[in-house]
């Protein structure tokens, strides 16, 4: 904390300096208009929309009587965790229902041919592909090399650019279903008063996990 406040003093006298150092514009020096100028966007503040980030992530920072509280449910044994007796099985189907699976949204399958040709629907391409169709009938009408050449140009640029954004694209898409590999199949939950395994996607909210040396977490947790 000592450290922390040590900062803000420097960045508070640096403040100072900086603003002391500051010179208002000279009224000669040229301004632009207005509606020239970039606008800044900036989040709401009002209250509805407002988000608590640390009202949504605090968990991690609670003691554990604190969590015994929150989550009665879990039936966690404070005195001696081991003998925790776990959310039972009814009550976790509710979750389940109420909050969905715990997995990731499957993507939707793309073949390779069908992701190659979307990349022609963007919509500097497509008018790219229009100039380059018009240079074309320009050439069939009168008949000028040099028209040709412009029409060759912008066809072969279009194409390498969406063979650039296909393989990027292409990339970008085995690593989002790399994801789904890194969750478990199975896990080890506490259950009715007993260890059980079941599946990573049948996971809930209040869940105890039994985690061991070299076991893959199967969902955010915390303990």
Not at 106 to 126: R, T
Request: proline share 4%.
């Amino acid at each position: 904390m000592a450290k922390m406040g040590l900062r803000y003093r420097r960045n508070d006298d640096n403040s100072k300096k900086n603003t002391s150092k500051y010179k208002p514009d000279a009224p000669w020096k040229p301004r632009l208009p207005k509606f020239l100028k970039k606008k800044k966007i900036l989040p709401k503040q009002d209250e509805e929309s407002a988000r608590n980030l640390s009202a949504n992530f605090c968990e991690q920072t609670w003691d554990m009587d604190k969590i015994v509280t929150h989550h009665s449910e879990s039936g966690i044994d404070l005195k001696n965790p081991q003998k925790s007796t776990g959310m039972s099985s009814g009550r976790a189907g509710e979750q389940l229902l109420k909050l969905g699976p715990n997995a990731l949204p499957k993507q939707k399958e793309i073949s390779d041919i069908a992701l190659f040709l979307k990349q022609f629907l963007n919509l500097l391409w497509v008018l790219l592909l229009v100039t380059d169709a018009l240079s074309l009938i320009a050439f069939i009408s009168n008949r000028s090399l040099t028209q040709l050449w412009v029409t060759l140009i912008i066809f072969v640029m279009i194409f390498g650019m969406c063979c650039i954004s296909f393989l990027h694209e292409r990339e970008a898409l085995k690593i989002v279903r790399g994801f789904a590999n890194l969750l478990p199949d199975q896990c080890l939950v506490v259950r009715d008063g007993r260890e059980q395994s079941i599946s990573a996607e049948e996971l809930v909210v209040g869940d105890i996990v039994i985690i061991k040396n070299g076991t893959r977490v199967p969902a955010d947790a915390f303990g």
